[in-house]
């Protein structure tokens, strides 16, 4: 099975504009999800999917591959379908241009199990063990059934957990955290231009919830490391501060 990983790279972030190009610890951002997929070793390429010239030539002082893509992409998913013709691979992961932190353990954890699982994407999720976490609207709260299917994505705390005061819900069950990585099997990207509008997609602005809704099946791998995804320069910050504890 080839495999890819594609990193979706767009300038223009309506909350945090030219983000992607962001110093991170003397780095540009994008240079640190570049090399998080490199480690993980598992994949026969990686691409990032630029929608600007500047980003461009940032991936190619780092001696990393891009595809020019259009700025009009409504999301990293569209952005990939837009450049298939290009891409030759049976597997292909989206790893988001926002995610300097990832785990590369959670690319392998994919790879692995798309080896056994019959799901159409799969995507990783870890154990939210901080109550902040399940009433934070940015980090996407997902429901699973026994097998590891997801059920449903949120950005609210979901399940509710009914006759308990919600500072104790976290002592009644267990709640489970989204990291935006999704390894698609190709022709579910394929037919990615016949799926029908989604109301959930927009309502909650949660891109994978138009798969769920077109009836496809999304599995979960567990992964100890939650990331922090940087939405704002607030979220810069503290994924600073996450690489200064570390160093």
Known sequence: ???????????????????????????????????????????????????????????HSFGGKSIMTSPECHCGTDRIVSVLGQIQADFIMNVQGDEPLLDPQSLIAICERAKTSRADIITPIFKITDFADIDDPSRVKVAVCQSGKALYFSRSPIPFVRGVEKSEWLTHHQFWGHIGVYGYRRAVLENYKNLHASTLESTESLEQLKFLDNGYTIDTVVTKSPTIGIDTPEDLKKATAWLNLRK
Do not use: C, W
Request: glycine letters at 6%; aromatic letters at 6%; charged letters at 25%.
């Open 1 to 59: 099975m080839k495999t890819i990983v594609a990193i979706p790279a767009r300038l223009g972030a309506t909350r945090f504009p030219r983000k992607v190009l962001a110093d991170l610890g003397g780095k540009p951002m994008i240079q640190h999800v570049y090399e998080k997929a490199k480690q993980a070793n598992i994949t026969d390429e990686i691409y990032v999917l630029v929608d600007s010239v500047a980003v461009e030539n940032v991936v």
